[in-house]
């Protein structure tokens, strides 16, 4: 006979997520995010410091192309939230905010800055 | 507990690299939102010792963090073995390609 199987739920859609697991798993996806841009940085960081013509037209390049603009927006913003999400990290490690209600708490400032710095970093950039 | 072979020793270079970021990541953004407009004011920004030099050390653990932040990610999603090695390879292509190009800007400059 076979053994009654339990029930897996592996549509992680289907579940509240607790406020933690959100912003863990955007600390994954802006790492990956950091990742993926870095020659795009570097292409610019390239430009700018050469010489004078290339930084000129690294800077004409950035104020022609909007959707640039919000490549590097999104660049910003993933910064802002990993580096946030990562001095949990570090607090975590000496013993500071472990407790469910701290890392909660922890977590929702978390979430309310990157939700204050969106439109801040947007409104510089674009 | 043994260093080698224990994860010890990637959670060290994580963390180590993840605090020289965090102090560069917001010297940087200081710097650059106290700079003046246009591209002479971040030249000159950029192509001094001081940034260039904090740059290099950023880029170093740029790589090592990154390299230690994608293998995590490569081992969660990634199973089959023969793929695994492929993405590994994949990404050490791609963060000495970033290392490279970032030497051929830094000795354009010494």
Known sequence: ?126 | MSFKNSGMRAWVIQRLSALYLLFFVVYAAYAFITLPAGAPALQELMRGNFFMIAFAMAMLAILLHGWVGIRDIIMDYVKPYSLRLIVYSLTLAYLFYLLFWWMQIYWRHT
């Open chain 1, 1 to 126: 006979m076979q053994p009654k199987q339990a029930p897996v739920n592996l549509n992680l859609l289907s579940i509240r997520q607790p406020v933690t697991a959100i912003v863990s798993i955007l600390h994954r996806i802006t790492g990956l995010i950091l990742f993926l841009s870095l020659p795009v940085l570097l292409y610019f960081i390239d430009l700018l410091t050469a010489n004078e013509s290339t930084a000129q037209q690294a800077m004409a390049l950035y104020s022609a192309s909007l959707s640039l603009r919000i490549v590097f927006l999104l660049v910003s913003v993933s910064a802002f939230h990993h580096v946030l999400a990562g001095v949990r990290y570090l607090l975590l490690d000496i013993d500071i905010g472990v407790t469910r209600s701290s890392a909660r708490a922890m977590c929702w400032a978390i979430v309310v800055l990157d939700i204050i710095a969106l439109p801040v970093i947007g409104w510089s950039m674009l």
